[in-house]
């Protein structure tokens, strides 16, 4: 198993934290594309691990912390769009002195992956996205209201209950704030680690934690689905809250690939991959 490593890039804003596996070949170029990783919010880049580690090719992995998560610094202004989240991970790149590279995004990594996508073809030659929020006008609005609230420390400490409550709610419901049975999620469930290891990514975060979600619910991402002109793997693991919108991707996405079964990391590494070495040796 190769050795996963944590490093910094430096970009005007500060610093974005990553996860890295160097290529067999010992750069960032051995082993082919190298495959940049975007995580679900609320999280950060150790939620990628598991799929790192899956991962038994050569090729170098790179999995950053998205802005306004983990140990990464967050955008200028108070309601960043998409694209920003985006042109800061992609002048980490820069500073890392990565080239080409295919992009993997799960949830809002999915999002910026897609707005990187179209912003810098020249670079991002290949996309794989594992969730996507295809939410209809009103749905979209009623989150940017509910979903994700804006909140900052208080003298009570209300924060560390409402980040325990809002992340047992995740596991549960989608969306998290209607709580009865018909928004029950088919396939959540309540793992203490895991619920655990998020509240403290929240808490970590909980000033800019917000800002990632509301890019994405304000994304006009069926739009932008449209223009993509490059490979495209469309991941579906059959219980996720976003597991749904799998089945309309590759109606709207004009190279799209479509692997199923794909829940656990073995099973998303083994369709990444293939994927990849299919486009690598055309």
């Excluded at 909140?151 to 209607?178: C, E, L, N, T, V």
């Excluded at 929240?202 to 069926?222: D, G, I, K, Q, T």
Aim: one cysteine or more.
């Amino acid at each position: 198993m190769r050795a996963i490593e944590k490093a910094y890039a430096a970009i005007a804003e500060g610093q974005v934290h990553l996860h890295q596996a160097v290529g067999s070949g010992g750069s960032a170029e051995a082993g082919g594309l190298p495959l940049v990783m975007l995580h679900a919010s609320p999280a950060s880049s150790t939620s990628l691990l598991p799929l790192m580690r899956a991962m038994s090719s050569g090729r170098s992995l790179i999995a950053f912390d998205t802005p306004c998560n983990g140990q990464s610094c967050a955008p200028e202004g108070d309601d960043p769009e998409i694209g920003e989240f985006a042109d800061m991970l992609d002048r980490a790149c820069d500073a890392l002195g990565l080239d080409e590279v295919a992009l993997y995004g799960t949830h809002t990594g999915a999002h910026i992956a897609t707005a990187w996508a179209l912003a810098r073809p020249d670079r991002v030659k290949a996309l794989a996205l594992d969730g996507v929020a295809l939410l209809d006008a009103e749905l979209r609005q009623e989150m940017l209201a509910e979903y994700a609230p804006p909140k900052q420390p208080d003298d009570s400490g209300s924060q560390f209950h409402w980040a325990w409550q809002y992340i047992r709610d995740q596991m549960i419901f989608f969306p998290h704030y209607r709580k009865d049975a018909e928004h029950r999620r088919a396939g959540g469930v309540f793992d203490a680690r895991l619920l655990h290891e998020l509240v403290l990514d929240v808490l970590n975060n909980l000033e800019s934690y917000h800002m990632p979600y509301r890019a994405v619910f304000r994304h006009e991402v069926r739009t932008d689905l449209k223009r993509l002109a490059l490979p495209t793997l469309v991941l579906r693991d059959g219980g996720g809250p976003l597991d749904p919108a799998a089945e309309e991707l590759p109606t709207l996405i004009a190279h799209a690939q479509l692997a199923s079964d794909c829940a656990e990391p073995a099973a998303k590494a083994a369709a990444i991959e293939a994927f990849l070495s299919e486009f690598e040796n055309e």
